[in-house]
């Protein structure tokens, strides 16, 4: 008998709105200065109003957390910081019932040093069990063509262990020893790990760092065919012994490099499109769609049951490996003035002050994650607009507490501000008495009401996870103008939405052919505003600086009226409880 997930619809990713959050960050119970899952309990049921549907957890595992528990040392526990087991089945019952899907990290290509298995093979014979469940070498001269990851800390992955007097193999820390996929046993524990927590309910795993996992003399040690097989039986895994789950793959490579991550839809259910992420931030500084249009004509399609993972920002660095040398200098010189801004190949920021708190350009970037073809994954505190701190070493600027209000740490916890994992961010802009939950609550056009409401705006469309993407090439190209299109089957009507962005600091007009939806009505979905029909003319627009517009387009029959004289518009859609956007 297969094991039931939480969700109803096998697809169910392709519907939903992921949030990304830290257990660690999130809110802290018990006033020891952590955030813990207790805490997370008590924030539910201001994500279930957010509207999200799912919760992606960053590593929560008994850990060193000398990469913010990327490092593991036990897979099937919980930090004791975070709270135990119960507190972590608790909550996934409590985030169920709102009917909120989990997905946790199955980091499997490395492990903490301190994990007993690396322990254990330091100390075990060579060739032994213990020994095998790692990477060794009695020289650091193998595999030299595989580039550093972490070139900011390390100068080889490889690194000598007096212990085993040998060199142990490493694609990150070098305190994060790579597993050895040669050896049958890791697989098998791997698994053994997996299935621990989907027994639990938990709905997905985002399988971190999922290219490297074998290594093979004269290649680059990604991406080989050994990884795929290895995927695939991770996949039937799944298949064979539940329902409604899925995997993540993190694969920062170029969409045709990721695509075999899919499989034949029997791989990985979802990657992240690392690509397109930086061109976004590239589009809005030389506002020009080209550097979108242009990734997403090099992104193959994907077997039906698959989809990408869409971000504006996560906890890691915007990573710049994938884009030109050129494109790479044109981005740190448009988006980190500061130095201390870089780390490794990226910039260590938060989407506000990437955009220099420009609400308008937050409002259009996440116009665009939330209607491009994916899934969107929003960063806990970009709801609100949180700062970054650049001065915490690596990439903890942007893992700060969440801000919830102007009260001691912001609301995150009572403790002593000294005993915070991390500082709360403090400064006069992005500070917790001026960014917060609270303050943003009481506030009708603040960017949490707006987020919520595109939010919830994107539910009622099952296109926007589901449909096909056509860009249409209007002579403006600071105007990036696309159609999407769901054909909702037998039981459910078809939608068509027309998408425009505006990607440039001033007002721009637009003509679009839409000579093939002639006398159809497009109708503005937020404020469901009926827009001239269309004609076999150029359609003409004028977009105000940084707007975006989506434009549902209706047969005639199915339009709303016309606005009446006195401006008020004639049908209004109950169910949406939605304003207008704020457009300071
Ligand atoms: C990818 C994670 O996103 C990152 O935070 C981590 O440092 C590396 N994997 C290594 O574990």
């Known amino acids: 008998m297969k094991k039931v997930g939480s969700a109803s619809d096998p697809l169910w990713y392709k519907d939903a709105i992921i949030y990304e959050l830290h257990v660690r960050a999130f809110q802290d119970s018990n006033g020891d200065g952590i955030g813990d899952f207790p805490g997370l309990i008590s924030r539910l049921d201001y994500l279930q109003d957010l509207g999200v549907t799912c919760l992606w957890l960053l590593p929560f595992f008994p850990s060193p957390l000398r990469d913010d528990g990327y490092d593991i040392a036990n897979y099937v526990d919980v930090n004791p910081s975070y709270g135990t087991l119960d507190d972590f089945k608790h909550f996934l019952a409590e985030a169920h019932r709102r009917n909120m899907q989990v997905i946790i990290e199955l980091v499997i290509n490395h492990t903490s040093d301190q994990h007993p298995w690396f322990q254990a093979a330091r100390h075990a014979p060579p060739g032994s069990p213990e020994r095998e469940m790692y990477v060794w070498s009695p020289t650091n001269q193998r595999y030299k063509d595989v580039p550093i990851i972490f070139k900011d800390t390390e100068t080889s992955n490889w690194t000598w262990d007096d212990t085993a007097q040998a060199f142990y193999w490493h694609r990150f820390f070098s ?13 098998e524990e791997v698994l053994k790990a997996m299935r621990f927590w989907l027994d639990l309910g938990v709905d997905g795993m985002r399988m971190d760092a999922i290219p490297y996992l074998y290594e093979r003399d004269g290649t680059r040690c990604e991406s080989l065919p050994e990884t795929h097989a290895a995927i695939k039986k991770i996949r039937a895994a799944i298949d064979e012994g539940y329902t409604n789950r899925f995997i993540l793959a993190e694969a920062n490579q170029w969409p045709t490099d990721v695509r075999p991550y899919f499989g034949d839809g029997d791989e990985c259910h979802m990657a992240f499109h690392f690509p397109l992420m930086p061109r ?4 809005l500084r030389q506002e020009d769609r080209l550097p979108i249009t242009d990734i997403i004509a090099q992104t193959p399609a994907l077997p039906d049951n698959c989809q990408w993972g869409l971000f504006l920002r996560n906890h890691d660095e915007l990573t710049l490996e994938m884009v030109t040398d050129d494109e790479r200098d044109y981005m740190y010189l ?12 990226g910039i260590r920021r938060r989407l506000a002050p990437l955009v220099d708190n420009n609400r308008r350009r937050i409002e259009l970037l996440n116009s665009l994650l939330l209607s491009f073809p994916g899934t969107p994954i929003l960063y806990y505190g970009d709801e609100i607009g949180m700062g970054d701190n650049i001065y915490l070493g690596d990439r903890n600027g942007v893992r700060t507490p969440m801000q919830w209000n102007p009260d001691r740490n912001a609301g995150f916890s009572t403790a002593v501000p000294a005993r915070l994992y991390f500082p709360v961010v403090m400064d006069p802009i992005y500070g917790y008495q001026t960014i917060n939950v609270e303050a943003q609550l009481s506030d009708q056009s603040s960017l949490l009401h707006w987020t919520r409401n595109m939010i919830a705006l994107r539910k009622l469309f099952q296109v926007f996870g589901r449909g096909t993407l056509e860009f ?8 990036l103008a696309y159609i999407r299109c769901y054909d909702g089957g037998p039981n459910s009507s078809s939608e068509t939405v027309l998408c425009l962005a505006n990607l440039s600091r001033f007002a721009q007009p637009v003509q679009l052919n839409l000579a093939h939806l002639a006398g159809r009505v497009p109708v503005e979905m937020l404020g469901y505003v009926p827009f001239p029909r269309i004609t076999d003319q150029p359609y003409t627009l004028s977009l105000s600086p940084y707007s975006f517009l989506w434009l549902e387009i209706l047969d005639g029959s199915e339009a709303p009226a016309p606005n009446t004289a006195d401006g008020e518009a004639a049908i209004i859609e109950p169910e949406l409880r939605i304003t207008q956007p704020n457009q300071t």
């Open 175 to 187: 305190h994060q020893p790579d597993l050895n996929f040669d050896n049958p046993a890791v697989l």
């Open 280 to 283: 976004i931030y590239m589009a």
């Open 472 to 479: 249409l090439s209007p002579e403006n190209r600071k105007v």
């Open 334 to 345: 448009a988006y980190s003035a500061d130095p201390r801004m870089r780390i490794n190949v």
